[in-house]
C-alpha cells in the first residue's frame, strides 16, 4: 500500500502551490467531456473531486453532483473555484469530505466518475465500491493514469501505485452486470511547470450497470 496517498499526502498536495493549477481553477477532464457529452443530465457522483472543474462542469450541464474528496484543502479550494458560479448551478453540487474507501453513498447515482484517485489501499476495491454506487442503467467512468506515464517525465508521473489500465480496472466489475463501453489508453498533451508539452495516456473504462 502505496504511504504516500494517504490523507496528509493529499491535504499536503493541497497546500501553498496545490495541484499547480491557478485559483480559477482548471478545464474538466477531457475524457469525461468526450464520455459523458451524450448522456441525459441526472445525478452524478465526482469520487475524489480535487479543486472541482469536473464537479462543475457536469453541474453546468445540468447534473446533480456529489462531490466527494477526502482533502479539506481541496474542498475549500474548490468551493472557491466555484464561488463566481450561477446560483443555480452552484446549487446543484453538494461538497462532501470523506474517505471513499469507507463511505458509504446515500443513494446510487445515474453516473459515477473519478479521475486519477488512486486511493491508499488496493485500487481495485474503490473502484468495485464506486460501481456499487451506480443507479440500474447508470454509468461508471474511470479515469487513471496509465502505467507508460511513469516515462512521460510529467510531476507525480514516476509515483509507485499510481497506475492502471482500462483492463485492469474492468476486472473490478462482474461481468454479467456490466456491459463495458470503453476500455482503452487514450493520449492527452499537458504542459508542464517549464513550459514543456508532454504527451500523457489516460486509462479510460467506460461501463454501463445492466438495468
Ligand atoms: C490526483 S488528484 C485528482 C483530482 C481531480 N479528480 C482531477 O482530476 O483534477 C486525486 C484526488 O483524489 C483524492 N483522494 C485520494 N484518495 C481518496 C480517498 N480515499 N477518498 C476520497 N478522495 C481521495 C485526493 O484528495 C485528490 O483530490
Redesign the pocket.
Known amino acids: 500500500m502505496p504511504e504516500e ?1 494517504s490523507r496528509a499526502y ?1 491535504e499536503e ?2 497546500q501553498g502551490h496545490g ?1 499547480g493549477h491557478t485559483a480559477q481553477g ?1 478545464p474538466p ?1 477531457p475524457q469525461l467531456v468526450a464520455e459523458t457529452g451524450d448522456l441525459a443530465p441526472g445525478t452524478a457522483l ?6 472541482g ?2 464537479a462543475v462542469w457536469l453541474a453546468s450541464r445540468g447534473w446533480r453532483v456529489t462531490a ?4 479539506a484543502g ?1 474542498l475549500e479550494r474548490a468551493r472557491r473555484n466555484a464561488a463566481d458560479l450561477e446560483g443555480a448551478v452552484a446549487d446543484r453540487i453538494g461538497w462532501v469530505q ?4 469507507e ?1 458509504t453513498p446515500p443513494e446510487r447515482f445515474d453516473l459515477v466518475c ?7 489501499g488496493p485500487p481495485q476495491e ?1 473502484y468495485r465500491r464506486l460501481g456499487e454506487a451506480v443507479a440500474p442503467g447508470g454509468t461508471l467512468l474511470v479515469v487513471g493514469h496509465h502505467p507508460s506515464d511513469r516515462h512521460s517525465g510529467a510531476p507525480h508521473a514516476g509515483v509507485h501505485g499510481a497506475h492502471v489500465t482500462a483492463e485492469e480496472i474492468a476486472r473490478a466489475l462482474d461481468p454479467r452486470a456490466w456491459e463495458v463501453v470503453t476500455a482503452e489508453a487514450r493520449p492527452r498533451t499537458v504542459t508542464v511547470a517549464d513550459g514543456r508539452e508532454v504527451t500523457m495516456h489516460d486509462a479510460v473504462l467506460r461501463a454501463r450497470r445492466h438495468g
Not at 465526482?46 to 479543486?51: F, S
Not at 470523506?98 to 474507501?101: E, S
Not at 473519478?114 to 491508499?120: E, K, L, M, W
Open positions: 496517498f493529499w498536495r493541497y495541484h482548471h477532464n465526482d469520487a475524489g473531486a480535487g479543486e472543474a469536473e466527494v474528496d477526502i482533502a481541496a470523506a474517505d471513499l474507501t463511505w473519478t479521475h486519477y484517485a488512486h486511493p491508499q474503490l
